[in-house]
């Protein structure tokens, strides 16, 4: 049972495409987290939820819409893709007082 | 702003070497995390340093935290080549993880 599940793992698209990432854990865990990793490795955090609520978002175009349905998911919506958000994308939870982070898989987006 | 330093960026050893990684951060933290990834791969956990002074170890890593400096280290002892891989620090203040840039170690027989 993968705690942390990301589909899809690659996603190929055009230019001006709209996209979506979904992720869903399975760990009862309150706070999810959307990571951005980029080619030289830098990873970013964009956005985190609480149950539900927004509580972190990081200087990101608004062209990304974080949507989170239930505390077990938060999804991440990309409108008009451009080149430069080609990019590994990593969803992520935690719980207040149980230490550590667990990570998604990842999902390879590329923008052609 | 947390922000997370991690030196050096790139590091090739030979098999047997001992090496330090070194992070610094910001401002008071929470927790202070090592995390491993191999190419194309997830994250994996290493280590969660919570206090000052807290050292903990895993096989030829070892990791230590000096709050007081805000600095952590992960020493490799006698390094193998399946350490080969980007480690990285991250720093967390409750529901807001911040990563260093990643340590890009290549361990060469």
């Known amino acids: 049972d993968t705690a942390v599940s990301q589909t899809p793992k690659y996603l190929v ?12 854990q399975n760990l009862g865990h309150d706070t999810m987290y959307w990571y951005k990793q980029d080619s030289k490795k830098f990873l970013k955090i964009m956005f985190s939820y609480n149950n539900k609520e927004l ?28 080149l430069g958000d080609s990019a590994v994308y990593f969803c992520a939870s935690s719980q207040p007082g149980v230490y550590g982070y667990t990570f998604g898989s990842g999902t390879r987006l590329t923008v052609v | 702003e947390l922000k997370v330093e991690q030196n050096p960026l790139f590091l090739s050893m ?19 995390y090592w995390y491993r990834q191999d190419p194309g791969k997830s994250l994996e956990s290493l280590f969660v340093l919570l206090s000052n002074g807290a050292v903990k170890q895993e096989g030829r890593l070892m990791a230590s935290l000096d709050t007081k400096a805000r600095l952590s280290t992960l020493h490799i002892t006698a390094a193998v080549h399946d350490l080969s891989a980007t480690y990285f620090c991250a720093v967390d203040k409750v529901n807001d993880m911040r990563f260093g840039a990643g340590t890009r170690l290549t361990v060469k027989p």
């Open chain 2, 14 to 32: 030979q098999e047997g070497k001992n090496y330090t990684i070194y992070c610094n951060y910001s401002t008071t933290s929470d927790r202070l």
């Open chain 1, 13 to 24: 698209t055009q230019m001006g495409n709209d996209k979506s990432i979904k992720c869903e």
């Open chain 1, 55 to 82: 509580i972190i978002n990081e200087t990101v175009p608004n062209r990304f819409s974080p949507k989170s349905p239930d505390k077990a998911h938060l999804n991440l919506h990309i409108n008009s893709l451009e």
